[in-house]
């Protein structure tokens, strides 16, 4: 059996027997390319280039050769032997080889087993630059550093990568230490497992160090293009010779036994993640895996309507959150044997809107406090309503209560969040602040439902409103307004006590919704024979945006306004009836109760 052989299976046994060792779920889909330095003599021209010259970077103190002396394959293993001599003005010799215009990869998992020199002054390295530079010259284009060793600090084994952003001239590579005790007199195998999303490091397959793709730009990440492998073996230089070079130690063998590239798969699902509920025909697919057998499933709500015991099915949605799951059979070497993508179906809500919670049960399970450090907040339902026990101090911990929707909403023209609020009267200087959140997490931070002057403290309950039409920035970007799924509520300092009620996403206003500030306007008489007035207690009114009049129905009804002052309007309806005046002043909406005669 070849040793091209012989440890191919090692490694596909090895990786089934130790999946708990990798960073994901993944299979090698087939070796690509090897080096197993079978030939005695010169190294393969087919593959290698042998740089020739004095060292070109670092400081380095090496003349590199392509002489037997300094690189040779001798007993199935590849050599780079540094010598103290002089030689072309440089007072040591060593070989740097490179697969550069030979072979050259992106992604995959690209490994070597190597045994390290020893003594102060040598460095050694098995590592990787990009074959066009498609950004710029470095550290644009990256670099990846698989195994670094420096003589002075033994044992310790370097992974790192270079960026434009992340490099060492700027103190910001990213990267990490592992301790090898015997790297110097045993072999070990470095390995990087390249991936659109990620660069992990290995050494024996213990993964050491993620190196993560933020996906922002080529600054952070750069490895989108092919790669080709050098080994060398340095001498002094700006790291290797930080502590000087020990001539005593000389010559120095840098061993390695093989070098291969496999191509990878991550069983992978992808497919529609909100699909509407009841929606059908919607299709999965996981990555393929060459002669898998595949049996899905996605629990008892939903159906698979076709493909089962294929890489892609066909799904009927009902109503239930699920997670889409696949179980393969492969005669690939896999670190897992299944994949799974949790699917959210969308409420789209009716005409009346969408009722977050009117606490009509004692069921109050989608509500969380989340009080924070040194905060204390209970919630209990009491009397039909959600009562929230509150004892704030601090308010950078901020403290919240939470309600996740069983299913994210689309919200629609339901773009007005309406919910019912009584405080206990106690805490004078009560402040509430809601925002909407989606499925992904981002909140209406730029936009929100503030609620502190506006509070009544009589102990009743008072309906308040904020329209988030076209308001739905944050810090992050948008709020995706079709898939909404928590409503968050901040509290300020203080302590007390404050009740929930009747919590909705509206389009109209429905039902019967009385808030009247007291502080800032007033609506009189009521009841009214025809007219009557809307008064703001300062001199000039602030920025009314809209006035609207509704029956209990939701139905806008005519009206005719008039502006007497600055900070008067007379508004008259002509039919005798309950109506609900509507207020808008910038986001906020204020309403009253009115009876005409």
Not at 217 to 232: H, V
């Amino acid at each position: 059996m070849t040793k091209h052989l012989f440890f191919t299976l090692l490694f596909l046994t090895y990786a089934l027997s130790n999946s708990s060792l990798f960073a994901q779920g993944r299979c090698v889909k087939a070796l690509v390319w090897a080096d197993e330095f079978e030939v005695d003599g010169k190294l393969n021209g087919e593959y290698w280039t042998y740089e020739v010259g004095p060292a070109c970077c670092n400081n380095e103190k090496q003349y590199h050769t392509d002489r037997l002396t300094n690189a040779r394959v001798e007993n199935g293993k590849f050599i780079i032997e540094a010598h103290k001599e002089s030689f072309g003005g440089k007072s040591y010799t060593s070989a740097r080889v490179k697969t550069k215009y030979k072979v050259d990869w992106k992604y995959g998992r690209v490994e070597a087993r190597l045994k390290m020199p020893s003594g102060r002054g040598v460095w050694p390295a098995f590592w990787m630059l990009p074959v066009n530079n498609d950004y710029g010259g470095w550290p644009k284009s990256g670099e990846i550093d698989i195994m670094e060793y420096v003589g002075f600090d033994p044992t310790k084994i370097h992974g790192t990568v270079h960026t434009e952003a992340y490099n060492h001239t700027k103190n910001t590579e990213k990267g990490k230490v592992i301790t090898i005790p015997d790297a110097e007199t045993a072999f070990h195998v470095y390995a990087i497992e390249w991936y659109e999303d990620r660069i992990d490091f290995f050494v024996d397959d213990n993964l050491y160090y993620t190196f993560t793709n933020e996906e922002k730009t080529s600054k952070e990440w750069p490895f989108d293009q092919p790669f080709y492998i050098i080994l060398n073996q340095a001498i002094g230089g700006n790291w290797g010779g930080q502590q000087g070079i020990d001539d005593s130690i000389f010559p120095q063998k840098y061993e390695i036994d093989y070098v291969r590239v496999y191509s990878l798969i991550t069983p992978k699902i992808t497919g529609e993640k909100y699909p509407n509920q009841f929606q059908k025909g919607v299709k999965y697919k996981v990555s393929t895996i060459p002669n898998a057998t595949y049996t899905w499933n996605i629990g008892e709500d939903s159906q698979v309507a076709a493909g089962q015991g294929t890489d892609e099915i066909t799904i009927d949605w009902k109503e239930k959150t699920a997670e889409v799951k696949v179980k393969f059979i492969t005669d690939l070497a896999c670190t897992t044997d299944s994949a799974v993508f949790s699917v959210k179906p969308v409420h789209i809500p009716g005409a009346s809107g969408y009722l977050i919670d009117n606490f009509e049960g004692d069921n109050i399970d989608i509500w969380t406090a989340v009080p924070g450090t040194n905060n204390d907040m209970t919630l209990t339902h009491e009397n039909g309503s959600l009562r929230v026990d509150y004892d704030v101090n601090r308010i950078y911990a901020v403290p919240y209560v939470l309600a996740t929707f069983c299913n994210p909403v689309n919200v629609g023209p339901h773009t007005k969040l309406t919910l019912s609020v009584k405080t206990d009267g106690t805490d004078t200087g009560i402040g509430l602040t809601a925002y909407l959140v989606d499925a992904e997490g981002k909140q209406t931070n730029k936009n929100y439902l503030y609620l502190k002057n506006q509070l009544e403290k009589d102990n009743e309950f008072h309906t308040y409103q904020y329209d988030f039409e076209n308001h739905w920035q944050t810090d992050g970007g948008v709020v995706d307004s079709t898939i909404v799924q928590h409503v968050k509520i901040f509290l300020n300092k203080g302590k007390g006590a404050f009740f929930l009620d009747d919590v909705r996403l509206q389009s109209t206003i429905t039902g019967l919704i009385d808030h009247e500030s007291k502080n800032n306007y007033q609506v009189y008489p009521v009841p009214a024979e025809g007219s009557f007035w809307l008064v703001f207690k300062d001199r000039e009114a602030p920025s009314v945006k809209e006035i609207n009049v509704f029956d209990l129905l939701g139905k806008e009804v005519p009206f005719v306004l008039e502006k007497t002052t600055k900070n008067r309007y007379k508004i008259t309806v002509r039919n005798p009836g309950v109506y609900i005046l509507r207020t808008r002043i910038n986001q906020q909406i204020l309403s009253k109760k009115i009876i005409i005669k």
